[in-house]
């Protein structure tokens, strides 16, 4: 039994592993409990060999303006979670970085000078509590997949069917996940993975408005990318997460390539 807390884009793909292989899984939503005390006693019930947290507070506006609420579901839930004892394996994003404009090698042990939203701060601090009582930090970025975030579509998926004409940073690096790619990986890190830091991103650094003129390339989206210097300041200009501990994953373009071919 695997316990998967969330029920959004990240949840949704990694339960289809679970599925394929004949793991019995269980979804657990915010809406499922009330506090802390009631989530660890829901978990206790299912007696999960693993919990997977997907559950998270990624509003960057939310959060800067109710910062309590990225402190409870980013820091303190994963909190609960490893202090009653569970193995955790908790998605966390390449937004725990500082600017990192000079583009230092960011792999899994390399510190972050401080992240630069409340967002990235609060999970941080998650990740942070999750390594010191043992359990697994998994970081993805820009996730997208066939399954839909209930909250917002993916990058890709907007870039894919908007019509507009879009001006889109060129100054800020990243490395896509493509979650259909990433999942399986994820299951096996909560089945019998070492504890510790994983990054599980596709190959290949992008930016924003490289990425999102090859998607449009690949459904004929004539709608033009303008490449503009955005300088923003809350995720990292060069966020391009290194992975150094696992098989690397095929390259974005590759994956971006397969899911436009399903027609997802």
């Not at 006693?41 to 509003?59: F, H, T």
């Not at 230092?104 to 998650?126: C, D, F, I, M, N």
């Not at 908007?162 to 999942?183: G, I, R, V, W």
Request: one cysteine or more.
């Amino acid at each position: 039994m695997i316990v998967i807390l969330g029920t959004g884009q990240a949840a949704q793909h990694i339960a289809d592993p679970l599925r394929e292989r004949g793991i019995p899984y269980l979804f657990l939503s915010r809406k499922d409990w009330a506090d802390r005390e009631e989530l660890i006693g829901l978990i206790k019930d299912a007696n999960p060999k693993a919990v997977i947290n997907c559950a998270a507070q990624r509003d960057i506006a939310l959060c800067e303006s109710k910062p309590h609420e990225a402190d409870e579901a980013n820091v303190y839930i994963p909190l609960a979670v490893s202090e009653a004892g569970f193995r955790q394996v908790y998605i966390s994003t390449d937004y725990v970085y500082d600017l990192n404009e000079k583009n230092r090698t960011l792999h899994e042990e390399e510190p972050s000078h401080g992240a630069l939203s409340v967002y990235g701060q609060s999970k941080l601090r998650g990740e942070q509590v999750v390594l010191e009582r043992g359990g697994i930090v998994v970081r993805i970025s820009s996730p997208f997949g066939p399954h839909k975030s209930p909250f917002k579509a993916s990058f890709a998926d907007f870039a894919m069917s908007s019509q507009n004409n879009l001006e889109l940073p060129c100054d800020q690096h990243f490395k896509p996940t493509y979650m259909p790619d990433a999942a399986p990986v994820i299951v096996d890190l909560a089945l019998d993975g070492d504890p510790g830091i994983y990054h599980v991103t596709n190959e290949g650094t992008t930016d924003w408005a490289v990425f999102a003129s090859f998607v449009r390339e690949q459904v004929k989206n004539k709608a033009k990318v303008v490449a503009v210097t955005r300088k923003d300041k809350t995720r990292p200009m060069w966020g391009n997460l290194k992975n150094t501990k696992l098989q690397p994953l095929r390259h974005w373009a590759e994956a971006v390539q397969e899911y436009v071919r399903k027609g997802l």
